[in-house]
């Protein structure tokens, strides 16, 4: 793929994997993105997972055109990115690989060879030329590991955003970018808000044409949108008013409250409102949709002294990927000692600024008439949240 005269996509399409980081579901697959830049020097942007490392090695080869690789270019050393690299640095053996010093500890820790005489490692400001082209490393530390630099290419105008901007799905996925990049963006770099708004912070200083991520789709216009949306998440701003209601239940009674609970809130005018069953949906998904709307309800059957197993899951993810300033209700279930209530209180008491509801829901067994009060408090109440923000 021509990206420009000089800048070619030389990536690869993983439509086999069952689990990406084997732990999230990819109905679209996934794209390795891997770039050259040619020049009168010439340097390979990343290479791929080892899964794809034939396929790349040959596009890297229709690409050179005979030429060789002057420069490897690692911004990031994650496998799915490095999976290649031992094998790129044995093919371009005049080639210098270029990183920053956590990087090159991490190349010993993956793979046996030897750079004594071929590494260039950079720090934040430095520049490479390549020619006409040159490279401005930027650090970016936990955008997703701390070894990882983004590299803004000056003449073009071009950011080799490295994990940043990136997206489940092959690039031939039709679908719209900002759902599967949200659902990434939560779920794998989530935790570093942080270190994501400081790299924005960084970027808001360079002209950027377009955005060269290493997974999904090049982008190459109307970059505002991507921006911003990038700043929402990373500085823990709802991107959408509504209200997310997730349950775990057993045997769907709990499930019936929740349905109840969800129409009660529309009903009082509450244009979206979501609703997961966190024992059947994907678990990243719910995590996305936490993180999209600005509040949240959760409904849970007791079960061990706790809340249900999967309800306990999806708050232990929420808690690792540091959800944080929103508005929580509760709803729980249990025959003869309900204590789920309990159990995610705690959880959300752990995270910063989230608001837990009084209005509290405790059914026994099954929703009864005598519920309706609580159940109207609760919803209300959620409501009101939404309408004080
Ligand atoms: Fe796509 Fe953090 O690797």
């Known amino acids: 793929m021509v990206i420009s005269d000089a800048i070619r996509y030389v990536g690869v399409d ?60 690692v911004q990031h050393m994650e496998p799915d990115h490095s999976g290649s690299l031992a094998y790129a640095i044995k093919k371009f053996p005049n080639a210098t690989v270029v990183g920053t010093a956590k990087t090159f500890v991490f190349i010993n820790q993956f793979f046996d060879v030897d750079l004594s005489d071929r590494k260039l490692e950079v720090k934040e400001g430095d520049t490479l030329s390549l020619g006409s082209h040159t490279l401005n490393f930027v650090m970016a530390p936990m955008v997703h590991w701390p070894e990882v630099m983004v590299t803004y290419e000056s003449s073009e105008k071009v950011l080799f955003s490295a994990d940043g901007f990136g997206k489940f799905g092959a690039l031939d996925t039709d679908e719209e970018w900002a759902c599967e990049a949200r659902r990434y963006y939560f779920n794998i770099v989530g935790k570093y808000g942080a270190s994501v708004q400081a790299l924005l912070k960084k970027a808001a200083g360079l002209e950027i044409k377009k955005i060269l991520p290493l997974h999904g789709p090049i982008l190459d216009e109307n970059l505002g949108y991507y921006i911003d949306l990038y700043d929402k998440w990373s500085s823990y701003t709802p991107e959408k008013k509504g209200v997310f209601i997730a349950y775990a239940s057993i045997h769907g009674n709990t499930k019936k409250a929740a349905e109840a609970l969800a129409d009660k809130i529309r009903a009082l005018g509450e244009e979206h409102v979501a609703i997961s069953d966190l024992s059947r949906e994907d678990m990243a998904e719910c995590v996305e949709d936490a993180f999209k709307y600005d509040r949240m309800i959760l409904c849970a059957a007791t079960y061990d002294g706790g809340a249900f197993v999967p309800m306990e899951d999806f708050l232990h993810h929420l808690q690792i990927k540091t959800y944080q300033s929103r508005t929580v209700g509760l709803l729980e279930n249990g025959t003869w000692a309900p204590v789920a209530a309990k159990s995610m209180r705690g959880y959300l008491e752990s995270m910063k600024n989230v608001t837990i509801l009084d209005e509290t829901v405790t059914i026994k067994s099954t929703l009864k008439p005598e519920n309706e009060e609580a159940m109207d408090a609760l919803a209300k109440a959620i409501v009101a949240a939404g309408e004080s923000k």
């Not at 980081?21 to 080892?50: C, F, H, P, R, W």
Request: charged letters at 35%; hydrophobic letters at 35%; aromatic letters at 10%.
């Open 14 to 73: 993983d439509k086999t994997i069952d689990l990406f980081e084997s732990q999230y579901m990819v109905e679209n697959g996934v794209s390795y993105n891997s770039y050259l830049i040619l020049d009168e020097k010439v340097a390979l942007m990343d290479t791929v997972d080892a899964r794809g490392m034939e396929e790349w090695s040959k596009n890297v080869d229709r690409e050179l055109d005979g030429r060789t690789v002057d420069y490897i270019v």
